[in-house]
């Protein structure tokens, strides 16, 4: 099947910096990606859709501002987290659509992020 | 806003038995689709089975099928002959439109040997 990959899979960082994730379709182009937080032993929440060569559509309480993203070519998606914070600290998945029918949406393996 | 309940945040059973999960949704749309996903330790979502709103036929995939009663907003995922390797966090999940997945709480299942 299609391969997501997601890059780093563990980050440590100081409160106050940025950190930057990266999604990549390995074998297909993605022309839509989706980022995703998930707290400990709960659920995944969608923070916002990527669309190659357009401004992503945040959801609802997401700052962008804090959580930037850019889905510059049809193969990678990043998610920059600005001067982050402790508060910050999740695990964040991206997925891409493979093709044209709902859930044909293939997961990357996640990105833990850790601020002191 | 559409919403995804899975009500029993841990179940167990024993290997090679039938186990099902249960999740049910909100919605005012007729046409949507259902999914069971399963996150492994290693953490990547993996697909585990689709339903159509508009099909009434149960999907089924091998050890996998699901019941599912749209008028009574219910979408159960059965796991027959239970295997070490089913051990894993199972997210059921709506999609309307425009794909955006909504989740369940997530039911972490155990397969005791």
């Known amino acids: 099947g299609a391969v997501v990959s997601q890059h780093p899979s563990r980050v440590i960082c100081k409160s106050g910096t940025s950190v930057k994730i990266e999604c990549r379709s390995l074998d297909f182009q993605a022309t839509t990606m989706f980022w995703y937080r998930q707290f400990p032993k709960k659920s995944l929440m969608l923070m916002a859709t990527?669309?190659?060569?357009?401004?992503?559509?945040?959801e609802q309480g997401v700052e962008k501002d804090k959580f930037l993203i850019n889905h510059a070519s049809l193969t990678l998606s990043t998610l920059t987290v600005t001067s982050a914070h402790p508060e910050d600290s999740s695990f964040y998945i991206c997925?891409?659509?493979?093709?044209?029918?709902?859930?044909?949406?293939?997961f990357g393996e996640g990105s833990r992020l850790t601020v002191l | 806003a559409q919403t995804v309940t899975q009500s029993q945040p841990e179940m167990s059973v024993q290997e090679a038995e039938t186990v099902t999960l249960s999740c049910t949704y909100d919605?005012?749309?007729?046409?949507?689709?259902l999914f069971w996903y399963k996150q492994p330790p290693s953490r990547q979502m993996i697909l585990v089975i689709r339903q159509e709103a508009y099909k009434q036929q149960n999907a089924t995939e091998n050890r996998f099928s699901v019941n599912f009663q749209k008028a009574a907003k219910s979408f159960s995922l059965k796991i027959s002959d239970s295997q070490l390797g089913d051990a894993a966090m199972y997210f059921c999940a709506y999609c309307q439109g425009a794909q955006k997945l909504v989740f369940g709480q997530g039911t972490r299942l155990t397969i005791n040997p």
């Open positions: 990527s669309n190659e060569g357009s401004k992503a559509t945040y």
């Open positions: 997925s891409a659509r493979v093709g044209s029918e709902p859930g044909e949406l293939f």
């Open positions: 919605t005012s749309e007729s046409d949507y689709y």
